[in-house]
């Protein structure tokens, strides 16, 4: 397989191909645009040829399957073993990962492996003049969004998920190459890797999500934003991190990186202030409604309808309205 100059690590789980590699695929392409960069997507692990052929054939990339007998399961260690060696090799202008517990966990040990930047939390991508690529991420609790230009030879890259959509089918498929290598750490071993035990929710199939957030006030008040969501049909109750942190709800009813990426007809935001991990979460909705009584949430920079009121207060008078 030939030298290429983005290196793109995708992710795979229980045999299958996670939908967020084709979103790193999609920031790959576009800065591909912006020059003359060519991709490669390497997949890391054992008994994958299924999901390489798989990943061929949804994306259109030459395939680099990097086989390590045995690594059945994640492990830090090797996968930075591993990449550093490949980046090495194709003299890498950028490594894109996505945000997620797997690549926040070896992107950074990475990058000083490689004596490279780290730009974490990418959400947007523009360009300088001179066609140098400038990520966006958020900062400040996800109130403002800043551009960065790396500096750096080599850049490693985690990318939200939801912020680059997945781009059509392509028909003609990419090719498959596979090394084998015999690695270990010397540090960690994996055990095995166990499921939470947790009810099925409803958001994935929902329409409509009625979530709350921590400017609900109290636990009491989720009885109102219950009752508000059960005016429209169909419609499904999620939550912020804190009110699972909290105890206030199930996990099984939160969104965000850490929980439910939803993206239903609707999404009606209460008392969120719109933290970068909760977005991520939820950018990829319909048409989002967010009731809060700050006018300067994050939350109202992605959201189609703001509405600046006291959340009870609006919630009890919309039902009052409905039932009369």
């Known amino acids: 397989m030939e030298n290429r100059d983005i290196l793109i690590i995708g992710e795979h789980l229980d045999g299958k191909l996670k939908p967020s590699t084709l979103e790193l695929v ?9 020059g003359t960069r060519t991709l490669g997507l390497v997949l890391i692990g054992d008994h994958l040829d299924g999901v390489c052929e798989d990943a061929a054939r949804q994306t259109g990339l030459d395939i680099l399957y990097l086989r390590v007998p045995g690594c059945d399961y994640y492990n830090g260690d090797i996968y930075k073993t591993l990449i550093q060696a490949q980046a090495v090799a194709w003299n890498v202008s950028h490594v894109i990962t996505a945000h997620s517990s797997q690549g926040t966990d070896y992107a950074p040990g990475l990058a000083v492996r490689l004596y490279a930047a780290c730009i974490t939390g990418v959400n947007g991508l523009e360009q300088t ?21 790396s500096q750096s030879r080599c850049t490693v890259l985690t990318v939200q998920p939801g912020y680059f959509p997945a781009r059509d089918h392509v028909d003609k498929p990419g090719q498959v190459s596979t090394e084998t290598h015999e690695c270990v750490s010397e540090t960690t071993q994996v055990m095995g890797m166990e499921k939470a035990r947790a009810a099925a929710s409803a958001l994935g199939q929902a329409r409509i999500i009625v979530s709350a957030g921590r400017g609900i006030g109290s636990e009491e008040n989720l009885d109102v934003v219950r009752r508000f969501a059960a005016l429209f049909p169909g419609s499904a109750l999620g939550g912020s991190r804190p009110l699972i942190d909290m105890g206030w709800l199930e996990y099984k009813h939160q969104v965000g990186i850490t929980g439910a990426v939803v993206s239903p007809d609707v999404y009606i935001a209460c008392g969120i202030s719109g933290s970068s991990q909760h977005i991520a979460g939820m950018n990829t909705s319909g048409y989002v409604i967010a009731i809060n009584t700050d006018p300067h949430a994050a939350i109202f920079n992605v959201s189609d309808l703001c509405i600046v009121d006291d959340l009870v207060g609006f919630m009890e008078a919309f039902e009052t309205l409905v039932e009369t």
């Open 26 to 34: 999609t920031l790959g392409q576009r800065m591909a645009e912006q």
């Open 129 to 149: 003049e001179n066609g140098e690529p400038l990520f966006s991420r958020a900062i400040c609790g996800g109130n403002f969004n800043t551009l960065i230009r």
